[in-house]
T-cell receptor, first 112, second 114 residues
Framework: GESVGLHLPTLSVQEGDNSIINCAYSNSASDYFIWYKQESGKGPQFIIDIRSNMDKRQGQRVTVLLNKTVKHLSLQIAATQPGDSAVYFCAENGGGADGLTFGKGTHLIIQP | KAGVTQTPRYLIKTRGQQVTLSCSPISGHRSVSWYQQTPGQGLQFLFEYFSETQRNKGNFPGRFSGRQFSNSRSEMNVSTLELGDSALYLC?????????????FGPGTRLLVL
C-alpha cells in the first residue's frame, strides 16, 4: 500500500505568498526524505532532502521540516513565483528493498 | 555535467508488441532505477540496477525487464504490451545505491499503447 501521502491533491496560492505543502508518512524506519518538483512534460526535479537526524533544512527559497513524532514532512516555498507551478512529490526511504516510496503529489497552482 | 537522458521521448505501440526504452545516467553514476508514472497510481518503482546487476525489483509482472551495461547505461523492455502499460516511464540515476543517495530523474519516455 501507499506509505507516503500528501494531504491535498491541489493547492492554490497567490503569487508572492508563501506555500506550505504537507506530507505524512507511515514508516517509522524511514530515515531519508526528498522533495521533488515535476513540471508538465518533464521528469521530477530534485528540490531538497533531509535525513532523520535533522528537523529542518533550508535551501534557496525552500525549507523542509521533518516531525518524526507525528511522521510529518512539509515543504515551505517562500515568495512563490509563477515558475513554482508544478506537482510536488515527497519521497521516503523506508530502508527496505523498495528504497524510495513516492506520494501521489500535490499540484501547486500560482494565482497572479 | 549532462543530466539523465532517455530515448525515445515518445512512443506509440499496439497491444501485444514489445518495446525497449533506453536511459543514460549522469556521468559517474552507477545506479539506475526505473519508475512507471500514471495518473492513477503515481510513481511506482520498477527495478534498480547497480554495476550491471539488478539489485531490487518492484511489484510488476515479468513482462517488465531491464538490464544495465558496463558503461552504466540501462534499458528496460516491456513485452506483450497491454493498454494499461500506457504511462510515463522515468529513469533515475544516483552515484551509489538509490536508497542511499539522491536520485536524479530524466525527462521520461511517454508510451502510448493502442
Amino acid at each position: 500500500g501507499e506509505s507516503v501521502g500528501l494531504h491535498l491533491p491541489t493547492l492554490s496560492v497567490q503569487e508572492g505568498d508563501n506555500s506550505i505543502i504537507n506530507c505524512a508518512y507511515s514508516n517509522s524506519a524511514s530515515d531519508y526524505f526528498i522533495w521533488y518538483k515535476q513540471e508538465s512534460g518533464k521528469g521530477p526535479q530534485f528540490i531538497i532532502d533531509i535525513r532523520s537526524n535533522m528537523d529542518k533544512r533550508q535551501g534557496q527559497r525552500v525549507t523542509v521540516l521533518l516531525n518524526k513524532t507525528v511522521k510529518h514532512l512539509s515543504l515551505q516555498i517562500a515568495a512563490t513565483q509563477p515558475g513554482d507551478s508544478a506537482v510536488y512529490f515527497c519521497a521516503e526511504n523506508g530502508g527496505g528493498a523498495d528504497g524510495l516510496t513516492f506520494g501521489k503529489g500535490t499540484h501547486l497552482i500560482i494565482q497572479p | 555535467k549532462a543530466g539523465v537522458t532517455q530515448t525515445p521521448r515518445y512512443l506509440i505501440k499496439t497491444r501485444g508488441q514489445q518495446v525497449t526504452l533506453s536511459c543514460s545516467p549522469i556521468s559517474g553514476h552507477r545506479s539506475v532505477s526505473w519508475y512507471q508514472q500514471t495518473p492513477g497510481q503515481g510513481l511506482q518503482f520498477l527495478f534498480e540496477y547497480f554495476s550491471e546487476t539488478q539489485r531490487n525489483k518492484g511489484n510488476f509482472p515479468g513482462r517488465f525487464s531491464g538490464r544495465q551495461f558496463s558503461n552504466s547505461r540501462s534499458e528496460m523492455n516491456v513485452s506483450t504490451l497491454e493498454l494499461g502499460d500506457s504511462a510515463l516511464y522515468l529513469c533515475a540515476s544516483s552515484s551509489l545505491r538509490r536508497d542511499r543517495e539522491t536520485q536524479y530523474f530524466g525527462p521520461g519516455t511517454r508510451l502510448l499503447v493502442l
